[in-house]
């Protein structure tokens, strides 16, 4: 989103003070689209991230160590591993007003000592000392170009041999999906650039005449006119130049005044930025966001970014880990409620065992009656068919013992069918804590919660499955209200069920949302009755957590823990209660 030439050209600038000339001491893929380097330069090591995210491209350095993501080696890390692991960065570029950033390698190489089984971490020592050079008896010079290219859904990253070949890429381009095919072994071409004139440049006389360019709003014909100029630097040339952060091309502009501005956007030095909205960073640049409020001026463009993208990245991740869940409770839901579905439809044949009972106690109250070959008998508007073929000692026989069969397969189907809505109801409880998470260790206990409750099967992903045997270890949410009274709220079923009947005394109020899922939340009252304010915050807190949040009310029952009580055989969390009273509450968020 802001990721732009200029930050490229600052980040690079960056780049070539610390690690030009550095070794690679590790190569790791940091995730499924961005790859990390370790690079030992000027007496320290260096962590080097570049990520081919459509939403979160990027190239900066890191002040922590980098981890793996990848668990498995693929073919682009093997290839990295062989061309880019112990070999020296000789050269950074970036082509002007490009967003692209070539990192030139070259390495001594030698097939008797180096392949695919060689691990990323082989080279990490535990000094601060300069490595060694290679002690190779007849190394070759392997020469390599990493290309970084972060340019929001085009992004790549794309490893190149000397000869400009494609050697791999994190992103493989079909000519189905592009004129501009990036596939191993094809010839590498960069990205075409635009044709637009340089911001370096530009004048008074430039200015003026982009009202004939048929566009009537300064910001977007600034953009399509120059290159490198995104819609951030677009508003940020107004601002300094008008005061405000849009114009109209058909109103009296200072030409002169707004070309200075563009001008010196490009060519001074950078002086890296964040702005926050409440602790939450939600722009930057390399130059001072005047037309923006909350703006903190930071020492290094990659300080900047690291900053930026670790919120950006775990909102995102957050995100993605509750929707990947999502589906797979989902998926187990309909499963459940097929096999309730079914239980149900056997449960309704029970008519129809009836039917047959009758029938053979009618046959044989009757058979005085049949006449040999009669095909049917009617009895109180019934019709009982009849094999003419057969006796009728067999047919009524033969009812009865289908009856029986029946009867002693259905037996035990109304206990299944009521384990079974619990199930179900234990679902929706989980689904609906899950949707209401709001941190990575929230969403992961509850997917430990499932699994344990056999919801789930497997966690989906390797870093859950990593962490499976100790599980999250997040405690119920503690508040004081404003008259000092305390208040826990559970977020999770197990704890919910922690709050009711472990952390609550039998006289302390119970609060939870009407009819709805939620978090069972009680107030320490030692069997007084809290303050209305206390109550107030108590049932907004409940009305917070539970699937109704975003309603502008929510009916919210109340009562003394000692009239709550487990659902017999019911999952955790589910509680019937009683001799509760009812209020409205605002969802409140926690303080």
């Not at 493989?172 to 637009?196: A, K, N």
């Not at 260790?441 to 344990?452: H, L, S, V």
């Not at 826990?488 to 704890?495: D, E, I, L, P, Y």
Request: net charge neutral; with cysteine.
């Amino acid at each position: 989103m802001y990721f732009d030439a200029l930050t490229l050209a600052a980040v690079t600038e960056e780049l070539r003070e610390t690690i030009l000339g550095g070794r690679i001491q590790r190569v790791l893929l940091t995730g499924p689209l961005s790859i990390g380097l370790e690079v030992y330069a000027h007496g320290r090591r260096h962590q080097l991230i570049a990520s081919a995210h459509p939403q979160l491209a990027r190239v900066h350095l890191m002040r922590t160590r980098l981890s793996r993501g990848v668990e498995q080696p693929t073919p682009l890390l093997l290839l990295m591993r062989k061309y880019l692991l112990g070999g020296r960065i000789e050269e950074i570029e970036q082509p002007p007003f490009e967003r692209i950033l070539l990192l030139s390698i070259v390495k001594a190489f030698d097939i008797r000592n180096s392949g695919p089984e060689q691990d990323a971490d082989d080279l990490q020592r535990d000094d601060d000392e300069e490595p060694p050079e290679s002690s190779w008896s007849s190394p070759e010079l392997l020469y390599s170009t990493l290309v970084i290219e972060p340019q929001d859904r085009r992004s790549n990253i794309i490893l190149v041999d000397a000869d400009d070949r494609i050697l791999d890429s994190i992103k493989r381009v079909t000519p189905r999906m592009s004129s501009r095919i990036v596939l191993p072994r094809h010839s590498y071409t960069s990205p075409p650039p635009l044709e637009r004139r340089d911001p370096t440049r530009a004048t008074a006389a430039e200015i003026a005449d982009l009202a004939g360019t048929g566009a009537t709003d300064l910001g977007r014909a600034l953009v399509a006119t120059y290159r490198a100029v995104s819609p951030q630097i677009a508003r940020e040339v107004i601002f300094r130049a008008l005061g405000r952060e849009q114009a109209k091309l058909n109103e009296l502009l200072p030409a002169y005044t707004i070309a200075a501005r563009l001008r010196e956007l490009f060519t001074l030095p950078p002086t890296p930025c964040l702005v926050n909205d409440q602790g939450v960073p939600t722009a930057y640049a390399p130059y001072a966001l005047t037309h923006l409020a909350g703006v903190q001026a930071v020492g290094g463009m990659s300080d900047v970014l690291e900053q930026f993208y670790a919120a950006r990245e775990t909102l995102t991740e957050h995100r993605q880990r509750r929707d990947a869940l999502e589906q797979q409770l989902e998926a187990t839901r309909a499963r459940i409620q097929r096999q309730h579905e079914q239980i149900a439809g056997e449960l309704a044949r029970a008519a129809e065992l009836e039917q047959l009972r009758w029938e053979g106690e009618m046959l044989f109250a009757f058979m005085h009656s049949l006449q040999p070959g009669q095909s049917s008998l009617h009895i109180d508007g019934q019709t009982i068919s009849l094999d003419a073929h057969r006796s009728p000692v067999e047919q009524a026989q033969e009812r009865f013992r289908r009856y029986e069969k029946a009867k002693s397969a259905q037996a035990g189907l109304p206990e299944r069918l009521a384990a079974i809505e619990m199930r179900l109801d234990g679902l929706t409880e989980l689904r609906s804590m899950l949707r209401l998470s709001e941190s990575y260790d929230q969403i992961e206990q509850i997917a430990a919660e499932a699994e344990e409750l056999g919801y789930l099967h497997e966690h989906p992903e390797p870093r859950a499955a990593r962490h499976k045997g100790r599980g999250p270890k997040l405690s119920p949410l503690q508040l004081v209200s404003s008259d000092g009274w305390a208040i826990v709220v559970g977020r999770s079923a197990r704890q919910n069920e922690e709050v009711t009947f472990r952390i609550a005394r039998p006289d302390d109020l119970w609060l939870h949302a009407r009819n709805i899922p939620g978090a069972h939340v009680i107030v320490r009252s030692h069997g007084r009755e809290p303050p209305p304010t206390t109550l107030a915050e108590a049932a907004g807190l409940a009305a917070y957590f539970c699937q109704a949040r975003e309603d502008a009310s929510v009916e919210i029952d109340i009562c003394r823990r000692a009239l709550v009580r487990k659902r017999p055989g019911g999952p955790p969390g589910l509680v019937t209660y009683q001799a509760e009273r009812t209020l409205r509450a605002i969802p409140r968020r926690p303080w």
